[in-house]
């Protein structure tokens, strides 16, 4: 029980965090169940709690889940993560500690685009290494990393082929294509 109010604080502030800066891509509930197909597995976004940011950036629940995922739309990208994943988004908007858990977030439509060395940058320099993936799944936290160390950490990064994003950040995680 403390563990589920833990968790359902720590989403609860990841969402709020988060509910901002998605409100400039807010959807009807509607649009969003439709742009949210295709993110992860069926499976997994049938069954998962389902999140929306409203015209005021608050975020709202408009699908209870069942499976312990939550999807929502990360601004214009549509993405899955599990609870361990959940707590690694929180930790990176919060730019507190990242979990040592393990995670796992689909992307399965892919990205517009994120810097590969510094996971608060918000537009593409000549400096900072952009780079852009297709459909991926990231695997993420403090126990993906001695998985981690059989993976390229180049800055620039190939995005064809498996690499760590963020490499040297608390943030660094394995970026896994799926074609």
């Not at 295709?38 to 069942?66: E, L």
């Not at 297709?134 to 059989?150: D, F, L, N, S, T």
Request: aromatic share 8%; charged share 20%; net charge neutral.
């Amino acid at each position: 029980m403390k563990r589920s109010i833990i968790f359902f604080a720590a989403s609860s502030f990841v969402l709020s965090m988060m509910s901002n800066a998605f409100a400039q891509h807010a959807m009807t509930d509607a649009e969003l169940m439709q742009h949210l197909k295709g993110a992860g597995p069926d499976d997994v976004v049938k069954g998962a709690t389902i999140m929306n940011a409203t015209a005021d950036g608050k975020m709202k629940t408009i699908q209870a889940g069942k499976n312990g995922w939550t999807c929502m739309d990360a601004h214009g990208i549509p993405m899955c993560a599990d609870k361990a994943g959940m707590e690694w988004v929180d930790a990176l908007m919060s730019k507190g500690p990242a979990p040592q858990k393990l995670g796992f977030i689909y992307m399965l439509k892919g990205d517009d685009g994120a810097s590969n060395t510094d996971p608060y940058a918000a537009k593409e320099t000549p400096t900072n290494n952009w780079i852009k993936t297709g459909p991926h799944v990231m695997i993420v936290g403090g126990e993906a990393k001695g998985m981690m160390q059989a993976y390229p950490r180049d800055p620039k990064g190939d995005p064809n082929k498996p690499y760590v994003m963020w490499a040297g950040t608390p943030y660094e995680h394995l970026m896994l294509q799926v074609k």
